[in-house]
T-cell receptor
Framework: NAGVTQTPKFQVLKTGQSMTLQCAQD?????MSWYRQDPGMGLRLIHY???????DQGEVPNGYNVSRSTTEDFPLRLLSAAPSQTSVYFC?????????????FGDGTRLSIL | GESVGLHLPTLSVQEGDNSIINCAYS??????FIWYKQESGKGPQFIID?????DKRQGQRVTVLLNKTVKHLSLQIAATQPGDSAVYFC???????FGAGTRLTVKP
């Protein structure tokens, strides 16, 4: 089983460039989310979606856009990259049962903004 | 805001010893808790979960204890092995927040 797949695994951008981080899951999960992980700060929720066509903001949404046109895909867009967005980004999905299910994570995208 | 946190950032144990990783939470409305393991270069991986109507749950070599009175949960790993070396996170379902994690290092 592929689970949650993130691409690319690594990326270097210049300040001001735009980019889309891809996330796909093959488990037919309605709930998907994006986190960023910075040293000493754990995982912080950026955006999440409870189903196709529905997205909502998490703890740190500024500078990021998301859309959910299909159940499988949940891309994260950086419209104008800033050095503060240098981080490791994780996508996750969760099965039915509301919040009482663990999330399945991808292996992350390591993003550096110069 | 309310958040999940951990008592210790690092823990070093000898191979074969038992490990205990602690976590404090603030949101009394949380009713589901999860422990994840994150190995270097990988995403967090589910280990074990517990619902608030339970005090203890056991898995293979792992046990989670929940104390709702003091809003504390712990992860116990029996007979710790080198492959257990990783960062361990607790998470709760209300705020969807994670603590900074505890890095477990197992010495041979």
């Amino acid at each position: 089983n592929a689970g949650v797949t993130q691409t690319p695994k690594f990326q270097v951008l210049k300040t001001g460039q735009s980019m889309t981080l891809q996330c796909a899951q093959d488990m037919n999960h309605e709930y998907m989310s994006w986190y960023r992980q910075d040293p000493g700060m754990g995982l912080r929720l950026i955006h999440y979606s409870v189903g196709a066509g529905i997205t909502d903001q998490g703890e740190v949404p500024n500078g990021y856009n998301v859309s959910r046109s299909t159940t499988e895909d949940f891309p994260l867009r950086l419209l104008s990259a800033a050095p503060s967005q240098t981080s490791v980004y994780f996508c996750a999905s969760r099965g039915p049962g509301g919040g009482n299910q663990p999330q399945h994570f991808g292996d992350g995208t390591r993003l550096s903004i110069l | 805001g309310e958040s999940v946190g951990l008592h210790l950032p690092t823990l070093s144990v000898q191979e074969g010893d038992n490990s205990i990783i602690n976590c404090a939470y603030s949101n009394s409305a949380s009713d589901y808790f999860i422990w994840y393991k994150q190995e270097s270069g990988k995403g967090p991986q589910f280990i074990i979960d517990i619902r608030s109507n339970m005090d203890k749950r056991q898995g293979q070599r792992v046990t989670v204890l929940l104390n709702k009175t003091v809003k504390h949960l712990s992860l116990q790993i029996a007979a710790t092995q080198p492959g257990d070396s990783a960062v361990y996170f607790c998470a709760e379902n209300q705020d969807m927040r994670f603590g900074a994690g505890t890095r477990l290092t197992v010495k041979p």
